[in-house]
């Protein structure tokens, strides 16, 4: 379609502020925006739309016009909702780089231009799909927040008697229809185990790199997952490279075999999923401030800054992550780090957007319980930083805020499926903190722990501060070359005994420590005579030339399962 096109559109609310020359342009596509340089994202073609959150001086116009020319867009369009008129300094920057420049009226969504353009370069629609797009920007731009996914899954469901949900990529479940009846009965809801399950297929099929919609049959029932884009996240460094973007991107899942679908069918998908998107993209921006909060915060805490700075930054962060609370809460640090298998760790940023998703609640639905949750990245790290609105006694060794242990037990699977052969997810909890004094050695802590997690066998690891009061802080820095040695020293000898005799003399031991020595509290675990169980730990004395009556002895055993 052609950029003359749009602004004859009246529904549409553009008012031309510089290009007229150019508005014979061809429009491919549209992507929503607020990154200073969005250039990855970008084909060439697109009338691109931003809210100006970029903007923060006159002198960012220029450079953000100049990387959309060299992108090859077909226009600009900027909302009046944020900044009232479109700043003059864009409108001349723009006539510099003859690139089109329109102004969108605050009573416009952005999600009712994407529609129109998708629908025109789209090609021609079926009736009843066009139907459902229509209604949904209609829907979604009947009120401030707009209609959000559910409407269109609502949609789908009564104009198209399709049954779909919207997971997050760790399978919580962000948006899903209403129990209204269709054709095919009532739409059911997808329990947490089968969310997980579709997360983790599409993540595996992203990850190797197969084309969606991807097919998956669970409990004979089959499913087409499209991956939910946003324009305004995917932060990798290589956007050719599948890894960056999805441990954050949405997917829909559509109780179907897309496999059967005409192109027009499948192309409206792809629409809607762009429809999606553009609340996916609404979301991620609210999520700009207390990003940037996060950000201000760690940077004082990295650089030394004075404790009362700290504690003032605090004090505005507070009302934002848990309003109405009245004072600072205490905070917990949680550190997160992705690192792929050839070396390199993800920047950070995607880290910054999986963590967000992993302290959610699994329990909880929609978006919105992530709006209380404050993120920064560094280096190859990702950083929360976790209010607590209430703590346990500071003499209280557990502790209250994030559990390390169940951290990732609701998440584990999908990524462990998203990682596998690729990648691993560290995860490090520090210990709640009181004062701005505290949070620089909880940061510590927290880095602490993730090196604990790392250096564990798996795929998706995390550690607590518990952790670094024991032994186990100081095993992952025990050199491969002492731990290969030590531990084949001890235990080779039972292992080898093991195979030839089939006499379980290491899960004996194990039994034994674990049960500080006691024969009948052993022999009761083994299902064993106590007489057998002494034959047993005779023979590993006798193989190993070491005394189990020893505290010492007992201690290298220990340490030396704990290695292998």
Not at 322 to 348: C, K, S
Request: proline share 6%; hydrophobic share 45%; net charge negative.
């Amino acid at each position: 379609m052609r950029l003359r096109a749009l602004l004859d559109t009246d529904a549409l609310g553009l008012k031309l502020l510089g290009g007229e020359d150019e508005l014979d342009r061809g429009v491919r596509g549209v992507m929503t925006t607020d990154l200073r340089d969005p250039s990855r994202y970008l084909s060439g073609g697109e009338l691109v739309l931003t809210g100006l959150a970029w903007r923060r001086d006159a002198a960012d116009s220029e450079p953000f016009v100049r990387i959309l020319v060299q992108a090859g867009v077909a226009a600009l369009a900027a909302g009046e909702a944020e900044l009232g008129d479109v700043p003059e300094d864009l409108v001349v920057a723009c006539a510099r780089h003859r690139l089109p420049l329109f102004a969108v009226h605050e009573s416009v969504a952005f999600a009712t231009i994407t529609e129109h353009v998708v629908r025109q370069v789209s090609g021609e629609r079926a009736g009843d799909l066009a139907a459902v797009v229509d209604r949904h920007r209609r829907m979604m731009t009947s009120g401030p927040a707009g209609g959000g996914p559910d409407v269109v899954l609502d949609l789908l469901g009564s104009d198209l008697d399709l049954r779909a949900w919207v997971l997050s990529p760790t399978g919580r479940l962000i948006a899903a229809p209403k129990e209204t009846a269709g054709a095919r009965g009532t739409v059911p809801a997808l329990d947490s185990a089968a969310c997980a399950r579709l997360a983790a297929e599409h993540l595996a099929a992203v990850r190797t790199g197969r084309r969606g919609p991807h097919r998956v049959v669970l409990d004979r029932t089959t499913y087409s997952l499209f991956p939910v884009r946003g324009s305004g996240h995917g932060p990798a460094s290589d956007p050719d490279d599948p890894r960056a973007t999805m441990l954050s991107d949405w997917l829909l899942a559509v109780e179907a075999d897309a496999g059967d679908w005409a192109e027009e069918r499948l192309d409206l998908l792809q629409g809607v999923t762009q429809l999606i998107a553009v609340e996916r993209d609404r979301r991620d921006a609210a999520r700009t401030v207390r990003r940037r909060l996060a950000q201000e915060v760690l940077e004082l805490v990295q650089t030394g800054a004075a404790p009362a700075e700290i504690a003032a930054r605090l004090r505005v962060a507070a009302p934002v992550l848990l309003p109405g609370l009245g004072t600072a809460p205490h905070w917990q640090v949680v550190v997160a780090r992705v690192e792929w298998e050839d070396g390199r760790g993800d920047g950070g940023p995607v880290t910054q957007a999986l963590l967000e998703e992993i302290l959610v609640d699994p329990a909880a639905t929609g978006p919105e319980p992530s709006d209380r949750i404050a993120v920064a990245h560094t280096g190859d790290e990702a950083v929360a930083l976790v209010p607590l609105p209430s703590v346990a006694d500071e003499h209280d060794t557990g502790g209250p805020g994030v559990p390390a242990d169940a951290l990732l037990e609701s998440v584990r699977g999908p990524l462990t499926a998203g990682l596998d052969g690729d990648g691993r997810l560290t995860v490090g909890v520090s210990a709640a903190v009181h004062s701005a004094e505290g949070l620089r050695g909880a940061l510590e802590e927290a880095r602490h722990a993730r090196r604990v997690a790392a250096a564990r066998p798996g795929r998706v690891c995390a550690a607590g501060h518990q952790e670094l009061a024991s032994h186990v802080l100081l095993l992952p820095f025990v050199p491969d070359d002492v731990r290969r040695a030590f531990t084949a020293r001890l235990l080779d000898p039972l292992r080898e005994y093991d195979r030839r005799h089939r006499a379980e003399l290491i899960p004996t031991l194990e039994a034994f420590l674990d049960c500080d020595g006691s024969w009948t509290r052993c022999a009761t675990r083994l299902h064993l005579h106590v007489n057998t169980l002494r034959y047993r730990v005779g023979r590993i004395e006798q193989l190993t030339g070491r005394d189990l009556s020893r505290l010492e002895d007992k201690l290298d055993f220990f340490l030396a399962l704990r290695m292998s």
